[in-house]
């Protein structure tokens, strides 16, 4: 089972639709968890941190389930801007950090 | 505030040759990570350097290679460079190790 997994997509959306996405991680001793877009040949930005409690910016509401491993984004209200591909960033604890980035969920939002 | 830069933006080498690649943090931030992505492929992490040190390495060959200076800045160096090292490059600091990273803009390099 690889580390960080995310479904590739692409997720076809209308504007205004909500669209979720999941990321599943396999190690339970991971710390911290981030959301990135990256858009096309472009460094990724992030998103949002990803908090035990939830956490929501606007439209974008991010979600840990530590007792299934897995972190969500959810995206009230798609605009067509939201296009993009979403990574999902989970840290893990102890000597042997590595950052380890999922390989991104594709979204397009059409009109 | 100044974000991370990366210089070159686009580098062209033929194989054997050897790249630099170099990093300028936020200013504060002492973590410098090194990515490589592969046209259509996701970030590969390749080093962490924190505080001068490198602290890990992914599953890279020891031809990938860095360091880490006073100023936090960092050089990535590619030695005996293949066809399949070609890809962007990108840099990321984070204030420490659990925090956020952000990212620079990257290196294109391309080896012919």
């Known amino acids: 089972r690889k580390e960080v997994e995310q479904d590739p997509g692409p997720f076809n959306v209308p504007e205004g639709a909500t669209v979720a996405f999941n990321c599943t991680y396999s190690?339970?001793?991971?710390?911290?968890f981030f959301w990135y877009r990256q858009d096309c040949r472009k460094e990724p930005k992030l998103l949002m941190s990803?908090?035990?409690s939830g956490n929501e910016d606007g439209r974008f509401t991010a979600q840990l389930n530590r007792a299934s491993q897995y972190i969500s984004l959810l995206i009230r209200d798609s605009k067509l801007s939201d296009s993009a591909t979403y990574l999902c960033?989970?840290?893990?604890?102890?000597?042997?950090?590595?950052?380890?980035f999922g390989r991104g969920t594709s979204l397009i939002v059409h009109p | 505030e100044a974000g991370v830069t990366q210089s070159p933006t686009h580098l062209i080498k033929t194989r054997g040759q050897q790249a630099t690649l170099r990093c300028s943090p936020i200013?504060?931030?002492?973590?410098v990570y090194w990515y490589q992505q592969a046209l259509g492929l996701g970030l590969q992490f390749l080093l962490w350097?924190?505080?001068?040190?490198?602290?890990n390495r992914g599953n890279f060959p020891p031809r990938f290679s860095g360091r880490q200076f006073p100023n936090y800045s960092s050089e990535l160096n590619v030695n005996a460079l293949e066809l399949e090292d070609s890809a962007l490059y990108l840099c990321?600091?984070?204030?420490?190790?659990?925090?956020?990273?952000?990212f620079g803009p990257g290196t294109r390099l391309t080896v012919l």
């Open positions: 990321a600091s984070s204030f420490s190790r659990d925090n956020e990273q952000f």
């Open positions: 190690n339970s001793a991971s710390q911290s």
């Open positions: 990803v908090y035990s």
């Open positions: 960033v989970v840290n893990s604890r102890g000597g042997s950090y590595i950052p380890t």
């Open positions: 200013s504060g931030h002492t973590s």
């Open positions: 350097y924190d505080e001068g040190e490198e602290r």
